[in-house]
């Protein structure tokens, strides 16, 4: 089973990257973001908890994150691999997503980070609420607040799969197709 972490701050191109990893290796896209908004437009109990953190810009508390997760594995039985799209997002999370895989006797293969300059983030997130019409991608002090939040509290998850050789770094700019040639070599490599 070929599970992945694929990383980076807001506005880096996790979900268009994912499509294609989606489409090249038959994987189960798993959006940490996609499950918010799921649950926030069905006004779940933990939708509509999750929401109250994602307006202000910060991270949805661990349990309910990995609540939802776990509910979403549980509905694609014999998947060939599942790319985790924003999650996780803490050390806690990277270990309590460690502990749920191993119970299904998987692991996480990678950690594909996309490197993106700030200031390209901000164009990309501005760009991005033009067009998809997304709130939190509209307000410059909130993307600012989430890249904030992505530096302090998220990007120190990159150490803890670089301690178990699990992570590789892949520059995000550049054409799409340039990027996910970057991200097939990288997995394509994971057992040259």
Do not use: W
């Not at 996609?34 to 999750?50: H, Q, V, Y």
């Not at 270990?95 to 983030?121: P, Q, R, S």
């Not at 067009?131 to 002090?141: E, F, L, Q």
Request: avoid cysteine; glycine fraction near 10%.
């Amino acid at each position: 089973m070929l599970n992945i972490v694929l990383f980076g701050p807001p506005g880096a191109g996790k979900g268009t990257q994912s499509e294609r990893l989606i489409e090249k290796y038959g994987l189960v896209h798993l959006s940490t973001g996609d499950i918010f908004r799921a649950n926030i437009g069905g006004e779940t109990e933990l939708g509509l908890l999750a929401k109250s953190f994602m307006d202000k810009g910060a991270l949805v508390p661990d349990e309910v994150t990995i609540n939802m997760l776990k509910d979403e594995v549980s509905k694609h039985q014999g998947a060939r691999g599942f790319i985790f799209d924003g999650f996780p997002r803490t050390n806690a999370q990277a270990k309590a997503l460690d502990d749920f895989l191993a119970e299904l006797n998987t692991e996480i293969g990678v950690m594909l980070a996309l490197d993106v300059e700030e200031e390209e983030l901000k164009d990309r997130l501005l760009k991005r609420a033009k067009v998809s019409g997304r709130k939190d991608d509209s307000d410059p002090a909130v993307i600012q607040n989430r890249i904030d939040v992505y530096k302090k509290e998220t990007a120190p998850v990159k150490a803890y799969y670089e301690a178990q050789n699990k992570f590789i770094s892949i520059p995000g700019t550049g054409d799409i197709d340039e990027i996910s040639a970057r991200l097939y070599r990288a997995i394509d490599g994971l057992n040259a």
